[in-house]
């Protein structure tokens, strides 16, 4: 779990947390102290990033921050879930409507539910955005 909080705190990949990666994970956590010290406390190197190696460290050293970032990692995989579950309704939605165009000779009946489920999708469509929108705070 450690390596996947370390992955999602180092937003550009570079296998290393910069002061601003690691400001807007503290911030998301609700830490409003200077960022500056923490980079300081665990940059053991002095290259004033922190790698792999000094983040274990640093984490270890601390069970708050250890707590924290376990804490942080579930709420990046509830998201997760919560887009594939809207992902996989909205595909349903999507063949409800081709049924329908198939099967129904009514066409009243067919523009009624075609709206209804083009009403719920777009629903979905909100609200996969604002999913997105909380999970880009919360991995960077």
Same mark, same amino acid.
């Given at each position: 779990?450690?390596? =996947?909080?370390?992955? *999602?705190?180092?937003?550009?990949?570079d296998?290393?947390?910069?002061?601003?990666?690691?400001?807007?994970v503290?911030? @998301? @956590?609700?830490?409003?102290?200077?960022?500056?010290? &923490?980079? *300081?406390? $665990?940059?053991?190197?002095?290259?004033?990033?922190?790698?792999? =190696?000094e983040?274990v460290?640093?984490?270890q050293? =601390?069970?708050?921050? &250890?707590?924290?970032?376990?804490l942080?990692?579930?709420?990046g995989?509830?998201? =997760?879930?919560?887009?594939?579950? @809207?992902?996989?309704?909205?595909?349903?939605?999507?063949?409800?409507?081709?049924?329908?165009?198939?099967?129904?000779?009514?066409?009243?009946l067919?523009?009624?539910?075609?709206?209804?489920?083009?009403?719920?999708?777009?629903?979905k469509?909100?609200?996969?955005?604002? @999913?997105?929108? $909380?999970?880009?705070?919360?991995?960077?």
């Open positions: 779990v450690i390596v =996947d909080v370390f992955q *999602r705190w180092d937003t550009n990949n296998g290393l947390i910069s002061n601003n990666e690691l400001r807007a503290m911030s @998301l @956590l609700g830490f409003d102290g200077n960022v500056n010290d &923490l980079v *300081r406390a $665990a940059d053991v190197n002095g290259d004033g990033k922190i790698s792999y =190696d983040f460290d640093w984490l050293a =601390d069970p708050n921050l &250890l707590e924290s970032a376990f942080f990692h579930a709420k995989l509830k998201v =997760d879930d919560k887009l594939a579950e @809207l992902n996989a309704r909205t595909d349903k939605i999507m063949l409800e409507i081709s049924e329908l165009k198939s099967r129904c000779e009514d066409p009243d067919v523009d009624r539910m075609r709206n209804k489920l083009r009403s719920e999708l777009g629903r469509k909100r609200e996969t955005k604002l @999913l997105e929108e $909380a999970k880009k705070h919360i991995t960077g």
